[in-house]
Protein backbone atom coordinates (compact mmCIF):
# COMPACT_ATOMS: atom_id res chain seq x y z
CA UNK A 1 0.00 0.00 0.00
CA UNK A 2 1.11 3.43 -0.53
CA UNK A 3 1.46 5.81 2.72
CA UNK A 4 0.26 9.25 2.51
CA UNK A 5 1.41 12.14 4.73
CA UNK A 6 -0.82 15.60 4.68
CA UNK A 7 0.25 19.00 5.41
CA UNK A 8 -0.41 22.59 4.81
CA UNK A 9 -3.12 23.11 7.62
CA UNK A 10 -3.97 25.20 10.32
CA UNK A 11 -5.44 28.14 11.00
CA UNK A 12 -6.60 31.38 8.79
CA UNK A 13 -9.14 33.69 8.85
CA UNK A 14 -12.72 33.60 7.10
CA UNK A 15 -11.66 34.42 3.10
CA UNK A 16 -8.35 33.49 3.37
CA UNK A 17 -6.49 30.49 1.82
CA UNK A 18 -4.36 27.31 2.43
CA UNK A 19 -2.97 24.98 0.62
CA UNK A 20 -3.34 21.28 1.53
CA UNK A 21 -0.42 18.41 0.42
CA UNK A 22 -0.26 15.08 0.26
CA UNK A 23 2.71 13.07 -0.54
CA UNK A 24 3.23 9.40 -0.83
CA UNK A 25 6.00 7.07 0.07
CA UNK A 26 6.56 3.79 -0.89
CA UNK A 27 4.53 3.98 -4.38
CA UNK A 28 4.33 6.52 -6.61
CA UNK A 29 1.19 7.80 -7.03
CA UNK A 30 1.02 7.69 -10.54
CA UNK A 31 -1.37 4.57 -10.78
CA UNK A 32 -3.94 5.91 -8.21
CA UNK A 33 -6.90 7.86 -7.06
CA UNK A 34 -6.69 10.48 -4.50
CA UNK A 35 -9.50 11.95 -3.05
CA UNK A 36 -9.91 14.41 -0.21
CA UNK A 37 -12.38 14.33 2.80
CA UNK A 38 -12.76 16.31 5.70
CA UNK A 39 -14.51 15.60 9.02
CA UNK A 40 -15.93 18.21 11.34
CA UNK A 41 -16.18 17.49 15.21
CA UNK A 42 -19.61 15.86 15.70
CA UNK A 43 -20.32 15.47 12.04
CA UNK A 44 -19.69 12.28 9.58
CA UNK A 45 -16.85 12.47 7.03
CA UNK A 46 -17.80 14.05 4.12
CA UNK A 47 -16.47 13.42 0.69
CA UNK A 48 -14.30 17.02 -0.86
CA UNK A 49 -12.71 16.06 -3.74
CA UNK A 50 -10.83 13.87 -5.98
CA UNK A 51 -8.76 13.27 -9.02
CA UNK A 52 -8.37 10.65 -11.76
CA UNK A 53 -5.31 9.18 -12.61
CA UNK A 54 -4.91 11.10 -15.48
CA UNK A 55 -5.73 14.23 -13.68
CA UNK A 56 -8.32 14.96 -16.65
CA UNK A 57 -11.19 13.72 -13.87
CA UNK A 58 -12.00 15.65 -11.08
CA UNK A 59 -15.22 15.91 -8.84
CA UNK A 60 -15.89 18.44 -6.41
CA UNK A 61 -18.59 18.04 -3.54
CA UNK A 62 -21.22 21.12 -4.12
CA UNK A 63 -19.88 23.54 -1.31
CA UNK A 64 -16.53 23.66 -2.29
CA UNK A 65 -17.07 24.05 -6.26
CA UNK A 66 -15.62 27.38 -7.23
CA UNK A 67 -13.59 27.59 -3.89
CA UNK A 68 -11.16 24.72 -3.83
CA UNK A 69 -8.94 23.40 -6.59
CA UNK A 70 -7.40 19.70 -6.31
CA UNK A 71 -4.75 18.92 -8.70
CA UNK A 72 -1.50 16.58 -8.90
CA UNK A 73 2.26 16.57 -9.51
CA UNK A 74 3.07 13.14 -10.37
CA UNK A 75 6.51 14.06 -10.60
CA UNK A 76 6.83 14.77 -6.70
CA UNK A 77 4.44 12.37 -6.32
CA UNK A 78 2.31 15.07 -4.19
CA UNK A 79 -1.69 15.93 -4.99
CA UNK A 80 -2.55 19.23 -3.92
CA UNK A 81 -5.65 20.66 -2.41
CA UNK A 82 -5.68 24.54 -2.97
CA UNK A 83 -8.77 26.31 -0.48
CA UNK A 84 -9.60 29.49 -1.76
CA UNK A 85 -12.42 31.91 0.21
CA UNK A 86 -12.71 29.91 3.54
CA UNK A 87 -15.28 29.54 5.18
CA UNK A 88 -15.82 28.69 9.11
CA UNK A 89 -17.74 25.57 7.87
CA UNK A 90 -14.62 24.58 5.89
CA UNK A 91 -12.67 23.63 9.72
CA UNK A 92 -12.50 19.77 10.36
CA UNK A 93 -9.86 17.46 9.85
CA UNK A 94 -9.13 16.91 6.52
CA UNK A 95 -8.06 13.44 4.89
CA UNK A 96 -6.12 12.39 1.46
CA UNK A 97 -7.15 8.89 0.97
CA UNK A 98 -6.05 6.86 -2.53
CA UNK A 99 -7.19 3.96 -4.72
CA UNK A 100 -6.20 2.06 -7.24
CA UNK A 101 -9.78 1.62 -9.04
CA UNK A 102 -10.01 3.84 -11.47
CA UNK A 103 -12.43 7.39 -10.94
CA UNK A 104 -16.01 6.66 -13.31
CA UNK A 105 -18.25 8.72 -11.52
CA UNK A 106 -18.66 11.56 -9.10
CA UNK A 107 -18.14 10.14 -5.56
CA UNK A 108 -20.43 12.20 -4.22
CA UNK A 109 -23.09 10.91 -5.75
CA UNK A 110 -22.40 7.19 -4.21
CA UNK A 111 -23.84 5.88 -1.29
CA UNK A 112 -20.57 5.43 0.01
CA UNK A 113 -17.69 7.73 -1.34
CA UNK A 114 -14.87 6.49 0.49
CA UNK A 115 -15.51 3.37 -0.77
CA UNK A 116 -12.30 1.51 -2.33
CA UNK A 117 -10.48 4.22 -0.64
CA UNK A 118 -7.44 1.81 0.84
CA UNK A 119 -4.75 3.94 1.87
CA UNK A 120 -5.21 7.04 4.21
CA UNK A 121 -3.00 10.08 5.90
CA UNK A 122 -3.35 10.94 9.33
CA UNK A 123 -4.85 14.25 8.99
CA UNK A 124 -4.24 17.95 8.96
CA UNK A 125 -6.44 20.41 10.86
CA UNK A 126 -7.75 23.23 9.14
CA UNK A 127 -9.73 26.20 11.14
CA UNK A 128 -11.07 29.03 9.73
CA UNK A 129 -12.38 31.97 12.15
CA UNK A 130 -14.95 34.42 11.51
Known amino acids: QVQLVESGGGLVQAGGSLRLSCTAS????????VGWFRQAPGKEREFVAA????????YYVDSVKGRFTISRDNAKNTVYLQMNSLKPEDTADYYC???????????????????????WGQGTQVTVSS
Open 26 to 33: GRTLRSYV
Open 97 to 119: AAKTRELYSDPAAEIDPAADFGS
Open 51 to 58: VSWSGYKI
